[in-house]
């Protein structure tokens, strides 16, 4: 398995390019089976989950094409009779669920796999299953799969309130009540940019959606939809990522395409902490000088437009070098503090209490071999090396690689001394 090597305390200086968001691309990519027509997807990021939502696609018998090494993804599910997601690829992340609600609007039935992905909590997939079933989905468990099937002859709208806003139940949602017949109101909807972007490219296939950044989203089910061509938006999480790298490491960047109003809350507390950030033309400029020293801030975990929980792991590996003490709460995930135990055994002062950490600055973390947990956990671990004295190695990275784009790459073009270590 590989490993990623870094000699901390090199500062960061240049441009990084953001990629297409993940999270945007995996509720996307479902929607090409909505149609007989191809869904193009422009700004696609080249990551192992997009790879991962492809195979999936392929087994259930669209046709991917993939251009400009990957950044380009042709979908055309102009013939499909295959209605089973298997285990061996949903396992593997929990996104696949998002093939659900358009299998059953296109085929009428679907059985897929229960979800795997990162373990950061319990995760059930209850929400999806109570809205596809209010939608007229007959829904059943049986070995491990969920078998779903039309009640009537058709999916039909209906008004359906999320007990928890939930982000993939909105997406799958969103996408099945899209050919239902009659109008779906779902109230208590996710208002994440994700599940607008998804909204944006369903109306260029012709799907009726208002409200879509709101808690309240109406949809009007239309018979059929049409190909189109859609711009994946860029990756906020990834974006934040960077800037709270140099927030640790000191220097400045530009994150080339990194959108700014995507990430309001997080900047706040980022502007709090005494980095700078600017809007430029090109995206995102980010600097913290080297003699400047991050102040503690308290975080609190929101749906959006609150404080992502993607960026959790990461803000914690930045206060564990801050001046003063700070409490960074995760109302999102309930197992989501993996990453702290790592974080301590580079000499971090964290002391997690339930659902909050609580976390004194040091001076500096020492360089460590590490293990990587899930996604974001990854990165924050990336993050502290670079900022660490002496080496360190974070090991079992295929985490890292499902959402991070040449993450090696990028932070060494801006002075970073880290490699791959492949094995
Ligand atoms: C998405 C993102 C993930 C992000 C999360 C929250 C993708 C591919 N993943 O995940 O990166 O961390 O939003 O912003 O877009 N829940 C249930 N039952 C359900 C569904 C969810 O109890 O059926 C709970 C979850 O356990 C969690 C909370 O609801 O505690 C929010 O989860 P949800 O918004 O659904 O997250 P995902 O869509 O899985």
């Known amino acids: 398995m590989d490993s990623i090597e870094i000699k901390g305390g090199q500062p960061l200086h240049g441009v990084i390019e953001i990629a297409g968001a993940k999270n945007a691309c995996l509720a996307l990519m479902p929607a090409s089976l ?36 990957g950044q380009v993804l042709s979908m055309s599910a102009h013939d499909i009779e295959e209605h089973q997601a298997d285990y061996n690829i949903v ?26 992905g990162c373990a950061i909590g319990a995760r059930p997939v209850n929400i999806h299953l109570d809205a596809l079933s209010q939608l007229g989905a007959d829904i059943e468990l049986e070995n491990g799969y969920i078998m779903a099937s039309l009640r009537g002859t058709a999916l039909r709208g209906a008004v359906i309130k999320l007990p928890i806003a939930s982000v993939g139940a909105t997406e799958n949602l ?9 109008t779906t109101v779902i109230d208590n909807a996710a208002q994440e940019p994700e599940i607008v972007d998804l909204a944006n490219c369903l109306r260029k296939m012709g799907a009726r959606i208002i409200g879509d ?4 989203i109406e949809i009007e089910g239309v018979e059929s939809l049409k190909g189109a061509t859609h711009h994946v938006i860029s990756d906020r999480i990834e974006t934040g990522t960077y800037m709270l ?15 700014i109003n995507l990430l309001a809350s997080f900047v706040e507390k980022l502007e709090e902490a005494g980095v700078k950030v600017a809007e430029t033309a090109q995206g995102i400029h980010v600097q913290r000088g080297l003699s400047d020293r991050l102040q503690a801030v ?21 206060m564990s070098i801050s001046k003063g003490q700070c409490q960074l709460e995760e109302t ?57 004295e002496g080496h360190t190695i974070v090991n079992r990275v295929y985490h890292l690689d499902r959402g991070y784009e040449m993450v090696e790459e990028k932070l060494a073009a801006c002075g970073a001394e880290i490699r791959r270590a492949r094995s």
């Open 332 to 388: 999102i995930f309930e197992n989501r503090f993996m990453h702290a135990p790592e974080l301590m055994r580079m000499g971090a002062n964290i002391e997690i209490r339930g659902r909050t950490a609580l976390i004194e600055g040091v001076d500096s973390l020492r360089g460590a071999p590490l293990m990587a947990t899930d996604l974001r956990a990854s990165v924050s671990l990336v993050l502290a090396g670079l900022a660490a």
């Open 213 to 216: 950044g709101t808690k309240r």
């Open 298 to 318: 308290n975080v609190s975990t929101e749906p959006y437009p609150g404080f992502p929980t993607d960026l959790q792991a990461q803000m914690m590996a930045a």
């Open 34 to 69: 909505l149609t007989d027509q191809p869904l193009t997807l422009t700004n696609a990021p080249r990551l192992s989950d997009i790879a991962t939502m492809t195979q999936l696609l392929q087994t259930l018998g669209v046709e991917v094409r993939e251009m400009k090494e």
């Open 174 to 182: 969103l996408l099945a009540a899209s050919l239902a017949k009659g």
């Open 245 to 259: 790298a140099v927030a640790m490491a000191g220097g400045d960047i530009t994150l080339r395409h990194g959108c």
């Open 91 to 116: 396992r593997k992340m929990r996104a696949s669920i998002l093939v659900l609600g358009p299998l059953i609007a296109r085929l009428g039935r679907a059985a897929v796999s229960l979800p795997g």
